[in-house]
């Protein structure tokens, strides 16, 4: 029988559950997240513990991941917003495990990051994809994303492309 799966928001005292599929996810996909599994696998734990300590207790931030109900995470978005009204925001380190792609939980991902924005008041939510991610460019398109004129080179070599979404017709 498969555990039972949740999304939900990750606790204070869940950093080295973080660390597990943020370490993962680097190494998994090195080119769709502006650091990289080396400058991030030598942090200590207390670094990973601190994050998401500070980041539970955030009111303008939210850590919401895939819980699969067997003490590991399958997927998380990071959502941010600003201090100033209209307290737009920005959406970062999606990543959701390959067995969990295809079945509505990276739908399901960012949209209670989306939700979690508009109760705090944002207009608008912007991220970044890379260029050279053309499935990550579909998903997004697909959840109301559009693209901006705005590009940036990471330090990869890779270019990251504005993406951004209204949340006044949700």
Known sequence: MLPHMELRELRAD?????????LRALREAPDAFASTFEEESVQPESFWRELIAQTAEAMQAALIAVDRGDGSLGGTTFVRL??????????GGMWLDQDLRGQ???DALLEAGE???QRLGSRNLELWVSASNPSALRFYERNG?????????QSSG?????????LLSM
Not at 14 to 22: C, K, S, T, V
Not at 145 to 153: A, C, K, M, Q
Not at 158 to 166: C, P
């Open 115 to 117: 939700r979690f924005a």
């Open 14 to 22: 869940e950093g080295l559950a973080y660390r597990e599929i943020r």
């Open 145 to 153: 994303y559009r693209l901006t004129s705005i590009e940036e080179p």
């Open 82 to 91: 600003s201090s100033d009204p209209p307290h737009d925001g920005y959406v």
């Open 104 to 106: 509505g939980w990276g």
């Open 158 to 166: 890779i270019v990251a492309r504005r993406m951004l979404k209204s």
